[in-house]
Structures are given as C-alpha cells and as structure tokens.
C-alpha cells in the first residue's frame, strides 16, 4: 500500500531562518514524489516534482530512496511562504494513476 | 484561458438533499479527480476517471455518484447516503491516467449542510 506521512501539523518559523517540512512515504514500486502548496484563498498548485529538480520560490526537495524521505526545504524563509504544504505520491509503475496525499503541514512564517 | 472551473464556490444543502458539484476543464486532460478535504486528514480521493464514460472508486466513496460523459466534465452528487457531507471539495485533472506529471486543480467548492 502507498502511504504518505507528513509528521508536522503546524510548523513555525521566523523570517530568514531555514525550514524544513518533513515527508515520508512507505511504497514498493518506483515513485514519483510531488510538493503542493495552497496560499490562504488560493487554489492548490504544483510546487515541485522531484524527477524534474527544480528550484521553485527558493524550495528544493531531494528523494532520499534509502530513507524513504521526501523532505521540502529553503534556506531563507520568507513571510509570503506561510501556507498550507502537502506531499504527494503517485505511483508511476501503474496504469491505475492517481496521487496519495499527505495530510499537510501549515507553516507559518513570523516577522 | 486554461484551466479547471468548479462551481459554485460556496453550496448549502438540507438534510436529505441530493446535490451535484460541477467541474469543467478545459485543458484536453484525459483524467480528472474528485477529493475532499478536511482539517486535518488531507485529501482524500472519492471518484476518478482516467477516461470518458469509465470511472472508478476512491477511498471514500460511499454516499457519492460520478459520471464522466464528457472529456471536459466530471460532475459529483453527494447522496443524502453520505453521513457527513459539510467539506472542502476539490476537482482536479491530469494530463494522462497515470499521474506522473501531477494534478491541476480547481478553486474548489464548499459544501454545508443546513
């Protein structure tokens, strides 16, 4: 079964400090890990793909296969970071493609 | 402009009331999603559809209905089967059945019961 474990409910931090928002995933197959992150009264979006290495709003995310880990982090936290931040799995051996979601992590970050 | 629309934005419903939730996408996407989201728990898949006129189960799909007609619309009505409907629904798209480039979502439609 896949599963997604995003540990950290509500994570907070002070503006400059680093951040880091914890993702582990429990799947047997070959996965693609996604980060998605939803601003106050704004539609869910893509933030990240881990097979396309991108840097996004200073963000980056590594797959570490041998910790199963996924985990979403940026040096410099800024203020208009604060949001809602889900890990996302799909499966991509399958032909049955969907996304498991994490339950999320709100961060919030302080002046 | 591209995009996933879902209407309305804010529904009320009285107790055992059918009601259905529109999503239209005009991105020539072969899948579209329906998820649910609350405090705390996520989201969680209802129906899905990697196809016209084919759809499947999610993980919490009793007391919901779907049809994919169309390429563009995913309809969802929530039964008054469903125990505890007041929630954040949220439609999405992908590009093809198997997920790999991830979902484009819609802004989402609250549901209230009254």
């Known amino acids: 079964a896949q599963r997604v474990t995003q540990p950290e409910k509500l994570l907070s931090v002070f503006k400059g400090a680093p951040v880091e928002l914890k993702c582990n995933y429990s799947?047997?197959?070959?996965?693609?890990l996604f980060w998605y992150v939803q601003y106050s009264r704004q539609r869910l979006q893509l933030l990240l793909r881990?097979?396309s290495r991108e840097s996004i709003k200073g963000f980056t995310a590594d797959l570490n296969k041998g910790e199963t880990s996924f985990h979403l982090k940026k040096p410099f936290a800024q203020e208009e970071d604060s949001a809602m931040y889900y890990c996302?799995?799909?499966?991509?051996?399958?032909?049955?493609?969907?996304?498991?979601f994490g339950r999320g992590t709100q961060l919030t970050v302080w002046p | 402009d591209g995009g996933i629309t879902q209407s309305p934005k804010y529904l009320f419903r009285k107790e055992g009331q059918n009601v259905t939730l529109s999503c239209e996408q005009n991105?020539?996407?072969?899948?579209m999603y329906w998820y649910r989201q609350d405090p705390g728990q996520g989201l969680r898949l209802i129906y899905y559809?990697?196809?016209?006129?084919?759809?499947q189960k999610g993980d919490i799909a009793e007391g919901y209905s779907v049809s994919r007609e169309k390429k563009e619309s995913f309809p969802l009505t929530v039964t008054s089967a469903q125990k505890n409907p007041t929630a954040f629904y949220l439609c999405?798209?992908?590009?093809?059945?198997?997920?790999?480039?991830?979902?484009?979502f819609g802004s989402g439609t609250r549901l209230t019961v009254v």
């Open positions: 999405a798209s992908s590009i093809d059945g198997r997920a790999n480039y991830g979902y484009t």
């Open positions: 799947y047997s197959g070959s996965p693609e």
């Open positions: 881990h097979i």
């Open positions: 996302a799995l799909s499966d991509r051996g399958s032909t049955l493609g969907r996304l498991y």
């Open positions: 991105l020539n996407h072969d899948a």
């Open positions: 559809s990697q196809i016209v006129n084919d759809f």
